[in-house]
């Protein structure tokens, strides 16, 4: 909890202090205030109180869902933890959830509320559990939200540029100075892109030490970050640390990354993820990162194509665009999944799941065993003002990819290495912020992402030490499936496999290997990998 000064000056005034922990400060507001203090607290956590005057428990976790929280409820029993494995000790007959495996074909992630097992559940973000028992033998759960992105938004939207400027400079530069307080010693990760850019150059401006920054040097691949993040080292005047890895080092990390993650999980920029959590925690135990500004401030090009899709003629001309696409290069036929034929109402998942190249809604009825699947719960409308589809698609980011993949990766990842990792821009004020901040200022007129972002970081970083294309945090594994890591397809997609578990078909997965083999279907590698990973967790987990 980054406020909990504030709320010991301002809500607590005359208690004696037994410790200066935040930990303090958040059950003498609860013993105060009860269940209406927990919309003040500013941080990541999940926690849970034992109220012994109620005689029940309470499980809290915060606004964005930053760090992860389970339960295991099934009669008179319950189980918590912050990791599944943590539950399956206690409890190892769990039973798989099978009907959620379509959904982490589609996705590449397992969806909230939802976990691989049938009888554990993610405590959901901005919510607390109330559980209790009100008879002999019965146990009951409720849930209560106290901060959720649909009450967040406002009837009207900020477009003045300088006040939002002013607005979002001051709102990043305080949660960055909250998230720099700390016993131990703390850095920041930086790729040299925007996100981590600014978060570095606000802790900069604000530390009274030298922040000491971490990056990782990729010595054998196409792309290398590297030297961008070591220019804005130099600029902002950094302690800069570079690892120069291998294709190799990150290969021999791959038995790492499929036991970390407890349920199948397909994101493999958490290979590169952990290799830098690796190198920070030599030297710092808190490290600040990036995460949040592509879904707050609209930096993927899946928001591109959600207002292309929605425009009618494009709606009109969908089925004909999808079947010529059929009949080109690899790069338009992945451009022509955008327009195949989907659930109406399911949009956003559609358009998520053909950005990543993960199973459509007909691939899942070819290749499934049971096609039994319903994705209309998951793409949920906001409300609050008339949107525009790409504040649609960006709120449904921060919802459901930001929390279920992108933050559950960095939360596992630097955590195997004992290092935490905090959040700045998804700082509860920055995100109700954002939600609130017209498009123009997202994208502007001229095509600019993450424009008034941008604006704000380049009062510290000149812009032409940013000025390249967006690539992220990826490794080859369009490659090593057909190399090195073929030898897991050849296990995992094989026909004893596949057949044993049930799932799918074999004879769609086997023309699936072929016309990937073929060369001519590259991005067809992300359905394998998540193919590789379900039956990999299913088979450790029989």
């Known amino acids: 909890m980054f406020n909990y000064e504030e709320l010991r000056n301002e809500k607590l005034k005359g208690i004696t202090w037994q410790s200066s922990s935040d930990t303090e400060v958040f059950l003498e507001c609860f013993a105060k205030y009860g269940f209406d203090c927990f919309p003040w607290y500013n941080g990541q956590f999940a926690m849970a109180i034992w109220d012994k005057q109620e005689k029940q428990l309470i499980l809290l976790r915060d606004q964005v869902g930053i760090k992860p929280l389970y339960y295991y409820h099934k009669e008179d029993t319950m189980v918590f933890a912050s990791e599944l494995k943590a539950i399956k000790a206690i409890i190892p007959s769990l039973e798989i959830n099978r009907e959620i495996i379509p959904a982490f074909l589609h996705l590449g992630y397992i969806p909230h509320p939802h976990t691989i097992y049938k009888d554990i559940k993610k405590v959901a973000a901005g919510s607390y559990l109330l559980a209790k028992m009100t008879g002999e033998r019965q146990l009951t759960i409720q849930s209560h939200s106290y901060w959720k992105v649909g009450d967040k938004i406002r009837p009207e939207t900020l477009s003045d540029e300088t006040l939002a400027k002013k607005e979002l400079t001051s709102l990043l530069s305080d949660a960055v100075k909250k998230q720099l307080i700390s016993d131990v010693p703390i850095g920041t990760f930086l790729s040299g892109g925007t996100d981590s850019s600014l978060v570095t150059a606000l802790a ?42 291998s294709q190799k080092e990150m290969l021999d990390m791959v038995p790492d990354f499929l036991q970390v993650y407890d349920e199948p999980f397909c994101d493999a920029s958490a290979f590169p993820t952990m290799m830098v959590s690796k190198l920070a925690r030599k030297y710092v135990t808190v490290a600040l990162s990036g995460d949040g500004g592509d879904e707050l401030f609209w930096g993927y090009n899946s928001y591109l194509w959600a207002k292309r ?16 696409s059929q009949f080109l290069n690899s790069r338009y036929k992945r451009a022509g999944r955008m327009f195949e034929k989907h659930g109406r109402e399911n949009f956003k998942t559609h358009l998520f799941s053909q950005d990543q190249s993960y199973f459509s809604e007909q691939d899942l009825e070819k290749i499934l065993v049971k096609p039994a699947f319903d994705f209309s719960c998951l ?23 930001l929390k279920d993949d992108l933050l559950v990766k960095v939360d596992r990842a630097s955590m195997k290495y004992s290092l935490e990792t905090r959040v700045p821009l998804l700082d509860y004020r920055v995100v109700e912020f954002a939600l609130n901040l017209s498009p123009s200022l997202k994208i502007n007129n001229h095509g600019i992402m993450k424009y008034l972002l941008k ?49 799918v078909k074999y004879e769609h997965v086997e023309s699936l290997l072929k016309k990937y083999y073929a060369g001519k279907h590259d991005y067809l ?9 379900l039956h990999w967790f299913l088979h450790e987990n029989r």
């Open 204 to 245: 900069v401006k604000t530390s009274s030490q030298k922040v000491k920054t971490f990056s990782i040097a990729v010595t054998d691949g196409k792309v290398n970050e590297a030297p961008f993040a070591a220019a804005v080292a130099k600029h902002l005047g950094t302690e800069h640390f570079e690892l120069p890895i």
């Open 309 to 324: 899709l929605n425009n009618p003629f494009f709606k009109a001309a969908a089925p004909a665009i999808h079947f010529s």
């Open 379 to 401: 793409n949920y409308q906001f409300t609050g003002r008339k949107l525009d589809i790409r504040e649609s698609v960006s709120f449904w980011d921060i919802e459901n990819y």
């Open 455 to 503: 604006q704000v970081l380049y009062d510290h970083v000149p812009e032409k030490l940013l000025d390249r294309p967006k690539w992220g945090f990826n490794i080859p594994l369009v490659k090593w499936l057909k190399t090195d890591l073929k030898w897991m397809a050849d296990k995992y997609c094989s026909k004893d496999m596949i057949e044993s578990e049930s799932i």
């Open 525 to 533: 590698y992300h359905r394998i990998w998540a193919l590789i990973v």
